[in-house]
Nanobody
Framework: QVQLVESGGGLVQAGGSLRLSCAAS????????MGWFRQAPGKEREFVASISRSGGITNYADSVKGRFTISRDNAKNTVYLQMNSLKPEDTAVYYC??????????????????WGQGTQVTVSS
């Protein structure tokens, strides 16, 4: 059983930056593809980014390409999401996810094995 705990959310002005972290425990972190999702009020949860077990392959939603960067540190059992040039439409609860079998593309569907509790990101205009 893998436990995921997100941190780093908060309130930021448009154009600003935040870095989210997701600490994993209870499993062999390097065996899991990791991803970030988000859910805005009144909307369905959507894929943001994913990263392969070694960190060599990444995948992004079109809405965040060029602004967000996903990375991982397998020695620290942590995955990160660096968010730059934030926009009000990025406001959402951000969730970390882990999947044992999925590829980075496979995580897009959102049917992943483990989820964190989420962290709120609010971008003011």
């Amino acid at each position: 059983q893998v436990q995921l705990v997100e941190s780093g959310g908060g309130l930021v002005q448009a154009g600003g930056s935040l870095r989210l972290s997701c600490a994993a425990s209870g499993g062999t972190f390097s065996r899991y593809t990791m991803g970030w999702f988000r859910q805005a009020p009144g909307k369905e949860r959507e894929f943001v980014a994913s990263i392969s077990r070694s960190g060599g392959i990444t995948n992004y939603a079109d809405s965040v390409k060029g602004r967000f960067t996903i990375s991982r540190d397998n020695a620290k059992n942590t995955v990160y999401l660096q968010m730059n040039s934030l926009k009000p439409e990025d406001t959402a609860v951000y969730y970390c996810a882990a999947d044992y079998f999925s590829s980075t593309a496979g995580m897009v569907a959102g049917k992943n094995d483990y989820w964190g509790q989420g962290t709120q990101v609010t971008v003011s205009s």
